[in-house]
């Protein structure tokens, strides 16, 4: 039992269009960034966490990804608990 | 010179209000998850570069992250490259 901070990365999946990133790339040609072959946009999401056991907060997390921090139609997660 | 994907996080400064970090905070109590600490929201940029080495990829990186990519007097940005 101890307190956590778990990373939560929300990214548009691969098959998605992903029309904010394209705009950012353009902006990164336009101020002379050379090379770029793609850029994706996604949320992060830092939650810290009182007193819990890693595995429940594993499991919280998880959850609360898949149910109100993604949509999981358009969108995949990953998260990290340090 | 090799392919390369760099990450780059960024996230309100501590000393600025997060507003949309605390409405997902009352959310997932809503849903029954305690012991919450803080939530704060950020975004994740990822950038896909050919052939670049590590070295200059990092200060073009560096640069847009300063000049594009955050507001570096309410943001903080990390910048990790694999």
């Known amino acids: 039992m101890s307190?956590?901070?778990a990373?939560?990365?929300v990214t548009p999946k691969k098959a998605v269009l992903?029309?904010?990133g394209k705009t950012v790339q353009n902006a990164l040609e336009h101020?002379?960034?050379k090379g770029i072959k793609?850029?994706?946009i996604g949320k992060y999401i830092e939650v810290e966490i009182n007193d819990m056991d890693r595995e429940t907060a594993l499991r919280e997390i998880s959850k609360a990804s898949?149910?109100?921090l993604s949509n999981p139609v358009i969108e995949d997660?990953?998260?990290e608990i340090i």
Do not use: A, E
């Open 18 to 20: 992903d029309p904010q």
């Open 31 to 33: 101020i002379g960034f």
């Open 66 to 68: 898949h149910s109100i």
């Open 77 to 79: 997660y990953s998260i």
């Open 3 to 5: 307190n956590m901070k």
């Open 38 to 40: 793609d850029v994706r």
């Open 7 to 9: 990373k939560i990365i």
